[in-house]
């Protein structure tokens, strides 16, 4: 970056000299590719900084949706031996998927109870995880065979 700038300072001092020796018809079009030189680095610089900005966000986003796939994935498992449907050795599998707003995370979580059962939970945050690592505030409701086993409002804890 500091490159880019000093090139930059480069080429509008040698510029402002050329300018001083220049005729009138010179020093327009001189003036013309300045203008055009400047509007060009403006571009490149917004362009740069949302990059950084948009980067940023997904970063975030991944982080706070790993956060929350692996609170539920274990809590969630302890949730359904708790109300009677353990799972199998396989336990839950689980998706989360962070909102635009990075302030709720939805989580989609499948596996199967030592019964056969189709085990389902899903669920979102109330909050983005991070204040505790074991337990999730929000709602989250789990299913066996499609019917309801567990409703709740913290995940772990």
């Given at each position: 970056m500091l490159r880019h700038r000093t090139a930059l300072l480069s080429?509008?001092?040698?510029?402002?000299l050329t300018f001083s020796a220049c005729s009138d018809d010179d020093r327009e079009e001189l003036e013309n590719d300045i203008g055009t030189l400047v509007d060009?680095?403006?571009?490149?610089?917004r362009t740069a900084v949302s990059e950084v900005e948009e980067a940023a966000g997904?970063?975030?986003?991944?982080?706070?949706e790993v956060a929350v796939r692996n609170i539920a994935t274990e809590q969630g498992e302890e949730q359904f031996t708790d109300s009677g449907n353990a799972l199998d050795e396989n336990g839950l599998s689980c998706e989360a998927t962070a909102n635009d707003g990075l302030d709720a995370v939805d989580v989609n979580c499948t596996g199967t109870t030592e019964d056969?059962?189709?085990?389902?939970?899903t669920g979102a945050t109330s909050e983005m995880p991070g204040a505790s690592?074991?337990?999730?505030?929000?709602?989250?409701?789990?299913?066996?065979?499609?019917?309801?086993?567990f409703s709740v409002t913290t995940l772990g804890g």
């Open positions: 080429t509008v001092a040698v510029a402002a060009e680095v403006e571009d490149a610089a997904e970063a975030a986003s991944d982080v706070a056969g059962g189709a085990a389902e939970l690592v074991s337990e999730l505030e929000g709602t989250f409701t789990g299913t066996v065979d499609g019917a309801e086993v």
